[in-house]
């Protein structure tokens, strides 16, 4: 925390929704087709064509509203967003300005240092995005309108956020929301979920807010922490040396670490927003928020409470645990199969992820299914395997796609649970070594621990460990 100055930063976070069609045509906005194959009369902005606009678009906006506990407005209106740019076919933006379909919404956060917090979440709208131009070798560019009117949601937060680390937070929490809906796929890299972050600072005690600079585009939670922490400096040197921020919009250069001046900043009435009149007004009636609320998941901050009291669980086993709504639904299907939700959440956490990681596979890809994982779990409960040889069992199964019962047949895996014979392996032990049994006797208890590791090597790791220990105190009680 700055001694003279503190940070004031809001967020504009645009979110590409997974409808399978665009905003105000039929084209597909698939990502990664060949340049201009996904276009109509209507994204191209050809003169006399229409735009329709899909109601998937605005059910999809309900339950980002919903979600994020905004008023959805009974009565919104589109607007045309004017401005000139080689990829905007039609010299405006469809989008909404004074009547937006979600106002007034919120998300709480956490913090170590800020601890728990409310920030605000000004409105939510619906517009269509631009298309994409790419410079060349300097002395061309081109332009792809695949992505024009690909349709988008654009929340805007207060300027509440008072560090970078409560503006990752937000935009975290505001990702994991609109990936658990369905809405978003949340893929960063292609642009689905990307951010501008406005950034002023003022001195302490004072309510009017500094100039502020817009930082475009971000689409890293890395590069986006970096940015703002850039840009606060580069303002407090600025201020420091006597000069005044301007007000302008610059672009961020992660290799650099630095942002550099893009354009001056526009205010809204350099857009000349007035409504389209080529669209209706929209109104959504109280029974169509109902019915769209009734379609809602449940959502990760009420999971991870239902987690923690239904299951037991701890608050950071069941933070991990609904951070991805499909690692929910693996360990919710694995808890239906298994009674005992500590340890399915401790193989969830542990074992599950660990292979995921290591073969760069998602949750839905994990060969170990809940059934399988389950069938590995009971033959612990039942002692046929101690821990682990579990781990043995999981690799094999997560490699062959075979049942834990047929692994461990196969392989021999089955614990020694003889008491006969542990006591055999422990005698040839004992009598093998001497000096350490002397040791223990005279008062070194931390020889079991090498006497324990002896017996499960002799055993290659087949004999019972609780039952080992046992019968070791007590032989070498003897």
Known sequence: MNSRYEVVIGLEVHVQLTTKTKIFCGCSKDFGQSPNSQTCPVCLGLPGALPVLSRQVVDDAIKAGLATNCQIAPHSIFARKNYFYPDLPKGYQISQFELPICEHGW??????????????????????????????????????????????????????????????????????IVVYLGICDGNLDEGSFRCDANVSIRPWGQEELGTRAELKNLNSFRFIKQAIEYEVERQIDVIDAGEQVVQETRLFDPDAGVSRSMRGKEEAHDYRYFPDPDLLPLEVSEQWVEEVRQKLPELPAIKKLRYQEQFGLPEYDAGVIVAERALAEYFEALVAKHDNPKICANWVMGEVLSALKDSDLTISECPVTPELLAGILFRISDNTISGKIAKTVFTEVWQSGKTADEVIEAKGLKQVTDTGAIEAIIDEIIAANPNQA???????????????????????GKANPGMANQLLKKKLAE
Do not use: W
């Open 107 to 176: 998300l709480d956060i956490e913090t170590e240092d800020s601890g728990k917090k409310r920030l605000g979440i000004t409105r939510i709208h619906m517009e269509e995005d631009a298309g994409k131009l790419t410079h060349n070798d300097g002395n061309s560019s081109s332009v792809d309108l695949n992505r024009a009117c690909t349709p988008l949601l654009e929340v805007v937060s207060e300027p509440d956020m008072r560090s970078s680390d409560e503006a990752i937070a937000y935009l975290k929490q505001l990702h994991q």
């Open 438 to 460: 002397a040791e223990y006797r005279g008062g070194k208890e931390k020889m079991m621990g090498y006497f324990v590791g002896q017996v499960m090597k002799a055993s290659k």
